[in-house]
């Protein structure tokens, strides 16, 4: 008997409950199909709200490039537009792609733009941001960077100083890569 209960109380956090990691969330692609995360199972990840007009947007060369590193070991980053901070990304969807595709030649998986603070954020980032400790916290700027283990559980929370070809930053994806 304790066995159906348990079988039922994780059904229950799986199907509509508390999530219990990143994986049980549905998102957006930037060109509007919805897709689930846990289409990433397996993979570590980095999950990033980004923005087109921001001090930071040169990141994006930098994200590229850890995507092109890591990729073939089992590793990809979810690039999530936002208007949140200044104002920065005010651009739609399909300009968003264009912009990041022409000027900074992205290939990571980018999805549509969102709202990742406040009352309204979306589902994900009220999740990310709502976990404990070093994995969560307030998104605090464009950039924010979520390192998701391919268990879907998020190991640690960096903010937008941290360049994603930093010593820092590498040196936890190199950790959480899957393993052969």
């Known amino acids: 008997m304790h ?4 079988v039922l109380a994780l059904t229950a956090l799986t199907s ?19 897709t689930s995360l846990a ?18 947007t040169p990141q994006y060369a930098g994200l590229e490039a850890l995507y092109e590193k890591y990729k073939a070991r089992g ?11 200044g104002g920065q990304e005010p651009g739609s969807n399909a300009e968003i792609k264009k912009f990041c595709e022409l000027r900074y030649k992205t290939t990571f998986p980018l999805f549509s733009k969102i709202p990742v603070k406040g009352p309204g954020a979306d589902p994900l ?5 709502g976990l404990p400790g070093k994995q969560g916290g307030a998104v605090t700027w464009n950039f924010n960077k979520f390192l ?8 640690e929370h960096f903010d937008s100083r941290v360049e994603p070809m930093s010593t820092e930053l590498t040196s936890k994806v190199e950790q959480v890569l899957p393993k052969s």
């Not at 509509?16 to 919805?34: A, C, L, Q, R, Y």
């Not at 990809?76 to 537009?81: K, V």
Request: glycine share 10%; with cysteine.
């Open 125 to 129: 980032y009220k999740y990310l941001t």
């Open 39 to 56: 289409d990433y199972k397996g993979k570590a990840l980095l999950i990033v709200n980004t923005a087109s007009e921001c001090g930071y």
């Open 16 to 34: 509509g409950g508390t999530p219990m990691s990143v994986h049980d969330f549905k998102v957006k692609t930037i060109d509007g199909k919805e």
């Open 3 to 6: 066995l159906v209960a348990a």
């Open 148 to 155: 998701v283990a391919p268990d879907g559980k998020v190991i």
């Open 75 to 85: 590793f990809a980053i979810l690039g999530f537009p936002s208007n949140d901070f």
